[in-house]
């Protein structure tokens, strides 16, 4: 019984405006370039060295850098007009208005669950790099245990690493197990890491 109700709606659209511009001493043509599919102004204002779309700064390798869909060239104009936004009190029936609702709500739960796809990923993405940095964790333990040269530059380097990844986690029991194997290095290796990290940042400089 409704399908025939109408309502009063706010609709937004476009509409050319006349700019002023023109030739100036046959060397520079003031205008805009506009993409006459996505109805935007590319280059607006301060076109002025381009005479045809091809040859403005925003085009690049026969495409537009700067409009929605990146159009080819034959898309645009250079003309004394450009696009404006405006918004104009338009009348719809009951299904129009239907119509419209369902296609946003459909639009809005396609990017919903997206989101949600992402956030899934995320997760699995963390829970992998905790069952990495638990595995690294336990074969650092293990080697310890069968003699590992803990005064070495490489392990301490590894160790420093390692570390910071487990505080990133907030295992804190792990990082003082950690930081007890570094701290059992000796004064030589100690001395031989401040050396090489020296060094490193000479070079930087």
Not at 75 to 88: E, F, I, N, P, S
Not at 174 to 203: C, F, H, I, N, P
Request: with cysteine; net charge neutral; hydrophobic share 30%.
């Amino acid at each position: 019984m409704n399908e025939d109700f109408t309502v009063e709606v706010d609709e937004v659209y476009k509409e050319r405006e006349v700019i002023t511009g023109g030739m100036w001493w046959l060397v520079f043509y003031e205008g805009a370039v506009c993409c006459t599919v996505c109805e935007e102004n590319c280059h607006y204002p301060g076109c002025t060295m381009a005479w045809y779309p091809k040859d403005c700064e925003v085009m690049k390798d026969g495409r537009c850098t700067s409009c929605t869909n990146k159009c080819p060239v034959s898309d645009h104009v250079k003309v004394q007009w450009r696009y404006v936004t405006k918004t104009r009190k338009v009348k719809k029936t009951e299904k129009e208005m239907k119509e419209r609702y369902e296609k946003n709500k459909a639009e809005s739960e396609k990017k919903l669950n997206l989101l949600e796809n992402l956030r899934q990923e995320m997760e699995k993405l963390k829970t992998e790099k905790n069952q990495l940095l638990e595995e690294v964790y336990q074969l650092v333990v293990s080697l310890e245990q069968i003699a590992l040269n803990v005064c070495s530059l490489s392990t301490h380097v590894h160790l420093d690493f390692l570390i910071e990844k487990m505080k990133e986690k907030g295992d804190r029991e792990k990082v003082q197990s950690l930081e007890g194997m570094r701290s059992r290095m000796d004064e030589g290796t100690r001395a031989g890491l401040g050396y090489m990290r020296s060094q490193l940042r000479a070079l930087g400089k």
